[in-house]
């Protein structure tokens, strides 16, 4: 059985940082790539950081120069590290694990960007 569980998120000030992890299991890890998105209220849900199972990474415009997506084959885990979050960044951030067109989801988790 495939799960991806995501952990923490939370409450941060503009200007804060926060480092997501997401835990796998029930999958080759190393040859899945790996993402994160994020909904908003009233969203759709969009692409924030992915990487690929060769280390390739690609990003949102918006979110450039602010996060960081890595990954630890040894471990398991994808981490998103959100620095200089703003308002705008709040949302239900998801882990994903894709390979050949097939895709895993995790349940999220909730960051919130406020004073």
């Known amino acids: 059985q495939v799960q991806l569980v995501e952990s923490g998120g939370g409450l941060v000030q503009p200007g804060g940082s926060l480092r997501l992890s997401c835990a796998a299991s029930g999958i080759v890890f190393s040859i899945y790539d790996m993402g994160w998105y994020r909904q908003a209220p009233g969203k759709q849900r969009e692409l924030v950081a992915r990487i690929t199972s060769r280390g390739k990474t690609n990003y949102a415009d918006s979110v450039k120069g602010r996060f960081t997506i890595s990954r630890d084959n040894a471990k398991n885990t994808v981490n998103l590290q959100m620095d200089s979050l703003e308002p705008e960044d709040t949302a239900v951030y998801y882990c994903?694990?894709?390979?050949?067109?097939?895709?895993?989801w995790g349940k999220g988790t909730l960051v919130t960007v406020s004073s």
């Open positions: 994903s694990a894709s390979e050949d067109g097939m895709y895993y």
